[in-house]
């Protein structure tokens, strides 16, 4: 999926209303004047208009049988994870960001 | 591409299934967090031992208990499962099982709301190609209320009284563990399931409920602070600040702040995955809170959630902040010991890197991120 065809960035945590809010919040600051949204969810009820799902990686099993076909990025780290780190990065600048 | 940075530390079909059915029964308590809170404050301010002792006021707390906090339940319970109708049938059928309880039937609410659901879900997919034009909204409201009253009749006649059992002997075995002190035993269980995300399954899931059902009889329960503990977390963190992996070490004090004030333990749950070894400590501190909390006494007037310091003091009843403090501390001390112990003092991490920086270019990275922290500033603002 390229960069620029990403609208909707889903954060995904077990309840929906913790870590994942942080996370999200932090991500919109980052991504603040881009032309994505971002939003908070549990993991089971990933939207269907979601482009792009980042949850931890002890979550990652759940979030790709909630959300078939979409693309994943796990993580391990929820202050500064280089996965996170690279997606903001290649939203920014454009780019590939895989499968 | 991601997936050489972090690659999945674990994954078997068997953890997601239990993580999803566990967090199914936390979705239904959850989001009806604000209502404990409202009824843990009435609680801590109102009844004859609470801070303002008030007659009028503390009328408020039974019926809160007894009704509007199981009814919530079934009501998220049945949405989940079957939207906005789902959840109307899943409330009235609660109705079934609250009257005429004598303790909260939060376990109860968690079977009816979704059950009834599941069933108005069904009639309605029978229903649909049957119905004649014109006549959609009169079946749909009368099928609700077919389903639904008959739920909740067969809630006060069936499956109230099977819950009750159940939830006796759950609360009859608790008890047992807490007066032959085996209570600290289930941190071996619940510390290495909290890092793996069943955090929120276990305390609201399954001690939430059973701690009610304890609060509602002795005014405390001590079922509320065996997940909950932000103490161990926090000595694990300390332990990373000081002789963790120096390329996490300028993460953890953001970290700390989100933990123990914001109350998201899951900041630190990957601080353990990266290093298993240190599963040890957090049981060791975890033990040790609860057997503080229980040689002091301490308990909890409902859910500290999220399990923050302040959701702690907030909802400790008046006179408990002693034991409930020093829980916490001693939790986080011997945490900190072991953890530091078990990262060898920072020693092995400069041997570490003297092995690392040699070998610098492979970018398969182990489970440790290499490139370094930058933005933590924003985290922080957002986070505290």
């Not at chain 2, 609250?98 to 909260?104: K, R």
Request: hydrophobic share 50%; aromatic share 6%.
């Amino acid at each position: 999926m390229n960069a620029k065809d990403v609208r909707k960035v889903i954060v995904a945590c077990d309840a929906g209303m913790g870590s994942s809010v942080m996370l999200a919040a932090t991500l919109r600051k980052q991504l603040k004047g881009l032309p994505v949204e971002v939003e908070h969810t549990p993991v089971d009820a990933i939207p269907a208009d979601a482009d792009v799902v980042l949850t931890h990686a002890g979550l990652a099993a759940r979030a790709r049988a909630a959300a078939p076909g979409k693309l994943v990025i796990p993580f391990q780290i929820f202050l500064g994870d280089p996965a996170v780190t690279r997606l903001v990065d290649t939203l920014k600048k454009g780019g590939d960001l895989g499968a | 591409m991601a997936d050489t940075y972090t690659p999945p530390v674990y994954g078997t079909g068997v953890k997601a299934t239990i993580q999803r059915l566990g967090g199914h029964l936390a979705g239904m308590i959850m989001p009806n967090i604000g209502a404990f809170i409202a009824w843990g404050l009435i609680t801590a301010l109102f009844i004859p031992t609470g801070w303002l002792p008030h007659e009028g006021l503390a009328k408020l707390v039974g019926p809160i208990i007894s009704y509007l906090l199981p009814i919530l339940i079934g009501y998220t319970g049945g949405r989940m499962v079957h939207g906005q109708r789902g959840a109307v049938v899943g409330a009235v059928a609660t109705m079934g099982v609250v009257v005429g309880s004598e303790i909260p039937m939060f376990l109860g609410a968690m079977i009816m709301g979704p059950l009834s659901a599941l069933i108005i879900k069904y009639v309605d997919k029978f229903a649909q190609d049957r119905t004649r034009v014109g006549f959609e909204m009169l079946v749909d409201n009368f099928t609700a209320g077919i389903v639904g009253g008959a739920m909740a009749v067969l809630g006060i006649l069936g499956i109230g009284p099977i819950v009750r059992v159940v939830t006796e002997a759950a609360g009859d075995a608790v008890s047992w563990m807490i007066t032959n002190n085996l209570l600290p035993l289930a941190s071996v269980l619940i510390e290495p399931a909290k890092v793996l995300f069943l955090n929120n399954a276990i305390n609201h899931g399954v001690l939430g409920p059973l701690g009610v059902t304890q609060s509602v009889q002795d005014g405390k329960s001590i079922l509320f602070m065996l997940e909950s503990n932000p103490g161990p977390g926090l000595g694990l963190l300390l332990a990373y600040l000081l002789f963790g992996p120096r390329l996490l070490r300028p993460t953890t004090p953001a970290a700390m702040i989100i933990h123990f004030f914001g109350g998201i333990h899951e900041i630190y749950f990957p601080y353990v995955l990266m290093k298993p070894r240190l599963i040890l400590a957090v049981i060791a501190g975890g033990a040790a809170g609860v057997f503080t909390f229980l040689i002091t006494g301490a308990g909890l007037v409902a859910t500290p959630s999220p399990g923050s310091i302040f959701a702690y003091l907030a909802v400790t009843p008046r006179g408990g902040w002693f034991g409930v403090i020093l829980g916490i501390v001693i939790a986080a001390g011997v945490t900190f010991a072991l953890a530091s112990l078990l990262l060898g003092f920072g020693r092995g991490e400069k041997a570490q890197e003297g092995a690392e920086s040699q070998q610098s270019d492979n970018p398969a990275a182990g489970p440790e991120p290499r490139e370094p922290v930058t933005d933590t500033s924003a985290t922080r603002e957002t986070g505290a």
